[in-house]
């Protein structure tokens, strides 16, 4: 009996990579108007995959929108697949809430042209998180197709992967990638002989059904096909070709013998051993990851959670909200994410985020607007979005001339200040501007002296209140200002002054705020307040003792904090790779410190290294040399137990790689690192094969947890654990200090064969930007307590917001908008007027998710019904559930 062959005509698509969007569109309109009517008119040329990603069909409708209509018959009658992704993401270096979004998208786009293609497609993605089981399984879906990150210990053509709830899919093994069956050559016999070829070299690799597709980056259709098919069963009967989908496929797959003893994988997918997992990737334009943290902050963490919460329901900003997460969910694409891309992509990336953060930023500004007008008071509102209890530091601006009792003054404000010297023929113009950018002045004085002591002919004052609600209007000035210009000489001097009550612009320490929650500050005693002096940071909490010789610093007597580590990097955007005669320089040339906060609510020293790097990668060595700054503020705040660290570096070098080092108050073995929905424990080694070494830098999403240190950070992804003890064996003992990744720095896409990897990853097209010139601020925080991670992480980069109400009687001193505990809160949104809570439980252990006084039911990722709840639910271990509750 013949064994079955099953062709899937497809292409891969990156919309973005060594070509701008735009450059790979034009190709696209092109590879879409060859097709279209190709698939109309060969029949046998029966199906044709559009990537699993919806943004290929936004894309080109863009340009030709009347070929909806073609593409909605073609997929309703099973000649074309679409979806389910909206773009092929990154799994490791985006949020676990984006992949949701993205899939949602996806099929959301994908249902106005009759359905996606119910299958995980993830072709050539990075490697693949733990959760993605779960993920997939919650939306309906069965099957996954992968590529990279696929162990050695699996050796057959698929394989159960389950994720550490325990929830399983089976997982299609692309032994080879997406592109074994490529390219169609014109003679039957060829194609027979590659076919026999591929299975012959794969072995048990290869499943019955035989798998073969036909595509590869951005490739035409071939339209040969039918025709070559066709021929190629007609002169054999060892196989039996059949141009198909991937999702019949997989249905007959699944069902073929031997289905019910497929091995086990659990947990996350990151092995090298047979395709490249390209894990530089996590280090590589640390701009773009730093840029992605913020936006994944303003956007999941603040705007929707307070828009859901303290804006009313009819004024749920569902259009903005989408246009920012449209922005987001494109960059999540795995060659825009990564940033291994020419400068133009890297670019336009940081631009839609810009442009995403900007949206956040407006909503999240509305939402305290509202919560100001509901608490009323004259007092400053503290608010917290994350659904945990808070204590933290604010910046607050309050009225009088000293700073009240437990604040740290940072600006006096006087109440009169002058903003313009002026002339008569210009005044009216520059009044007008004023009002139109400060809305709180609410009247305006001219008063036309002759000449003053200061030489003014005139002053004008600008009265200015925020607990005045009527702005002046234009049309009731210029009359006067109009008047003031006609009564003297033109050029006649004119002073325009604002008017306003004294503030002062202090620190203040609150503590308490309720989850979700808000509560109206109070002047009060500091608790814990900071001491600081030149070389020390003390709050009861937590001791910084600053190094003098080498600018490193102490923990609570544990030296050699913040070492800074610079070594050569010879490789690409994809691969770090060390030249062959590396310099490593880990001692600076000179130390100074500066003090410059004393407390008693923030302490800041300022320690200012300077350094002698090598300035470029030559040959097989680091050559010539440049002075590098590094100015690295130290932080320690009241009643805190995390130290807070910037460094600014200005950038002088290229081709090399900058990590902070710090010393584990325990040896480890293994690391606890966040990921989407999770946290996963790894060790100390990487499994690589015969092209990629096995390098074991690793991601983490926040935070990593090792020997008693929590790093949480913004956008600095890459660790590792170093300083490796040597065991009697000679293997591997215990880590002694854990690295950060601070910048990689490389000038090129990617490079041909080299130590680190075999053979090139994509073209060698240069991207200066990638060397990360000029000066570069790097924020993390370092902990050493033992405390829940996601809770240092939000205290370090989660800020508490302050609401400023103007006035009018107080409604309440605190309040809470939503309780939920129990687990993490990944997403808080309103759904048809609903609120839709989405949680997860990181740990092992069973809880119980507790939303006080609230009644609805838990849904799936497609908002499927489930099951009720009243007040709260049994969440299993690293379990995702979402809910919907009732009004």
């Not at 092109?30 to 699993?52: K, N, T, W």
């Not at 050796?155 to 929830?167: I, K, L, N, Q, Y």
């Not at 309050?398 to 604040?407: F, L």
């Not at 955007?573 to 310099?583: G, K, L, R």
Request: proline fraction near 7%; glycine fraction near 8%.
């Amino acid at each position: 009996m013949p064994r079955t062959v099953h062709v899937v005509p497809h292409t891969h698509w990156d919309r973005e990579w060594y070509r701008s969007f735009q450059s790979f569109r034009l190709r696209l309109v092109e590879l879409l108007d060859g097709l279209l009517p190709g698939l109309a008119a060969d029949h046998s040329y029966a199906h044709f995959m559009l990537d699993g990603q919806m943004a290929v069909v936004d894309d080109y409708l863009a340009v030709r929108p009347e070929a909806a209509d073609t593409l909605r018959r073609l997929a309703a009658s099973g000649r074309i697949s679409l979806g389910p992704w909206y773009v092929l993401m990154d799994e490791f270096l985006v949020s676990g809430e984006t992949m949701v979004r993205d899939l949602e998208l996806g099929l959301d786009r994908a249902a106005s042209f009759g359905g996606a293609m119910e299958v995980g497609y993830l072709p050539d993605m990075f490697g693949h998180v733990a959760q993605m089981p779960q993920l997939l399984a919650q939306f309906g879906f069965g099957h996954a197709v992968v590529w990279r990150g696929v162990p050695a210990a699996l050796t057959r053509e698929a394989f159960r992967w389950v994720a550490p709830d325990g929830t399983a899919v089976r997982a299609e093994y692309l032994a080879t990638g997406y592109a074994n069956g490529a390219i169609v050559p014109d003679d039957a016999k060829e194609l027979v002989a590659r076919v026999d070829e591929f299975c012959s070299q794969q072995g048990a690799l290869v499943g019955d059904p035989v798998l073969w597709m036909n595509g590869f980056d951005h490739l035409m259709p071939q339209s040969q096909l039918g025709r070559v098919v066709a021929e190629a069963n007609a002169i054999q009967d060892d196989y039996r070709l059949v141009v198909t989908s991937l999702a019949d496929h997989l249905v007959a797959a699944g069902a073929s013998p031997g289905q019910d003893d497929l091995p086990v994988w659990r947990g996350e997918l990151r092995s090298g051993v047979r395709a490249n997992l390209l894990m530089g990737v996590a280090s590589n334009r640390v701009d773009v990851h730093q840029a992605e943290a913020r936006t994944q902050v303003a956007l999941e963490r603040l705007a929707e959670p307070l828009s859901a919460l303290f804006l009313a329901p009819d004024r749920w900003p569902k259009a903005l909200l989408d246009l920012a997460w449209l922005e987001v969910i494109r960059n999540s694409a795995h060659d825009s994410i990564c940033a291994c891309s020419v400068d133009e992509v890297g670019a336009a990336v940081l631009h839609r985020f810009t442009e995403a953060r900007a949206i956040a930023d407006g909503l999240c500004d509305r939402s305290l607007r509202a919560v100001a007008m509901a608490a009323g008071g004259d007092r400053p509102v503290v608010v917290n979005a994350a659904a945990r209890a808070r204590n933290g530091v604010v910046e607050l601006t309050v009225p009088g001339d000293a700073a009240p009792e437990g604040t740290q003054l940072l600006e006096a404000s006087p109440d009169r200040v002058v903003l313009h010297t002026t002339t008569r023929a210009a005044v009216t113009d520059v009044v007008l501007h004023e009002l139109d950018i400060d809305p709180l002045v609410h009247a305006v004085d001219v008063d036309d002296l002759g000449h003053d002591d200061d030489g003014a002919e005139a002053v004008i004052t600008l009265h200015a209140d925020r607990t005045r609600a009527h702005p002046v209007m234009a049309g009731a000035v210029r009359p006067r200002l109009d008047a003031l210009a006609a009564a003297g000489p033109a050029d006649g001097p004119v002073r325009v002054v604002k008017s306003r009550p004294s503030t002062v612009t202090v620190l203040a320490r609150v503590a308490d705020v309720a989850g979700l929650g808000w509560k109206r500050w109070t002047p009060g005693p500091v608790e814990e307040p900071v001491t600081a002096t030149l070389r020390s940071l003390i709050n009861g909490r937590v001791e910084v003792v600053v190094d003098l010789d080498d600018g490193t610093w102490a923990v609570d007597g544990l030296g050699g904090f913040g070492r800074l580590v610079d070594g050569g990097d010879a490789g690409d955007t994809y691969n770090w790779c060390p030249p062959a005669e590396d310099t490593i320089v880990d001692r600076p040339d000179g130390v100074a410190v500066e003090l410059l906060e004393d407390g008693p609510v923030r302490g800041r020293i300022l320690v200012t290294t300077t350094w002698r790097w090598p300035h470029r990668v030559e040959g097989d060595a680091r050559v010539d040399e440049r002075v590098a700054v590094v100015r690295t503020t130290l932080e320690l705040r009241a009643g805190e137990d995390l130290v807070r660290v910037t460094h600014e570096v200005d950038n002088p070098c290229r081709d090399h790689r900058l990590r902070a080092w710090f010393p584990l108050p325990q040896p480890a073995t293994t690391s606890l690192a966040e990921c989407a929905f999770t946290v996963v424990q790894r060790g100390l080694t990487a499994e690589g094969g015969p092209n990629e070494v096995g390098i074991p830098t690793f991601p983490s999403r926040r935070f990593v947890v090792a020997g008693g240190l929590t790093v949480a950070h913004e956008g600095l992804l890459e660790y590792e654990l170093v300083d490796l003890a040597d065991n009697d064996d000679g293997s591997p003992g215990p880590a002694r200090a854990l690295a950060l990744t601070l910048l990689r720095c490389t000038g090129v896409i990617s490079r041909g064969p080299m130590a680190t990897r075999r053979s090139p990853a994509g073209p060698p097209i240069a991207a200066e930007a990638a060397q990360m010139p000029g000066v570069q601020c790097l924020r993390y925080a370092v902990h050493t307590g033992g405390r829940d991670p996601y809770a240092v992480a939000d205290d370090a980069f989660l800020p508490l917001l302050v609401a400023r109400p103007r006035g009018g009687p107080a409604t309440a001193d605190e309040a809470v908008a939503l309780s939920v505990d129990g687990a993490e809160v990944s997403a808080v949104v309103r759904r048809d007027g609903r609120l839709q809570v989405r949680v997860f439980n990181p740990t092992s252990d069973e809880t119980t998710v507790v939303v006080d006084g609230r009644t609805g039911w838990l849904v799936d990722l497609r908002g499927r019904p489930l099951s009720p709840f009243e007040g709260s639910f049994p969440l299993r271990p690293h379990g995702i559930a979402t809910v919907v509750l009732d009004d």
